[in-house]
């Protein structure tokens, strides 16, 4: 890398940093351009020559937000060759992310709302690298242990996601579960079940 390509991506670090702090901290509706320029420590129009709109800038975000994760669950399932561990270990790897308090990550959760449709359409198309990394983990999984009839691996994702993300919503740092713990707890009911063998 240039230096004059290390100086402009310092630079969008820090603006992308900023915006995601004040975003958290203001509500995306609550920030201003000029608010972030000057979190950044930029002036409002070396910000604007970087991204045109506060949408830029929030998508920018939650792309950034998408790759962090999908690293980090990569990272996390190169660990283990073992088909249902890998499931287990990225279902540990997102939710220690999602509750990693990262600004960043807070707005891709609570913030999407606020893109407009064609920009929402483009973070899931972006979103949906990890889907399909996700869908390959549990298909790789089925063929391990074959699964029980009639199972839609799609709807096990669907409900994987959703169920993990909400975590976001009810997790207590001070309480007695370490997202560890929760995320093991989940694979358990996911694969396991909850009902005795033969109960009624």
Known sequence: ???????????????????ARLF?????????LRDIARAAG???????????????????LMERAIDRLIESVLAATAASTDPL????????????ILLSR??????????WRSLSPAAERAIARHRRRYEQFADELLAQAAAHAPLQPGVDLFLVRQFGFGAANW??????PK???????IADSFFRYLTLGTLRSGGG
């Open 102 to 111: 990262e600004d960043s990550v807070y707005v891709l959760l609570y913030d």
């Open 175 to 181: 309480g007695p579960y370490t997202p560890e713990q």
């Open 167 to 172: 975590v976001a919503q009810w997790f207590d």
């Open 24 to 32: 958290r901290e203001q509500g995306y509706a609550g920030t201003s």
């Open 1 to 19: 890398m240039t230096k004059a390509a290390a100086h402009a991506r310092a630079h969008d670090d820090r603006a992308l940093q900023a915006a």
């Open 42 to 60: 930029m002036l409002p129009g070396s910000l604007h020559y970087r991204y045109a709109s506060k949408e830029d800038i929030l998508s920018a």
């Open 85 to 96: 561990e890998r499931v287990r270990l990225a279902m540990v790897e997102h939710v220690r």
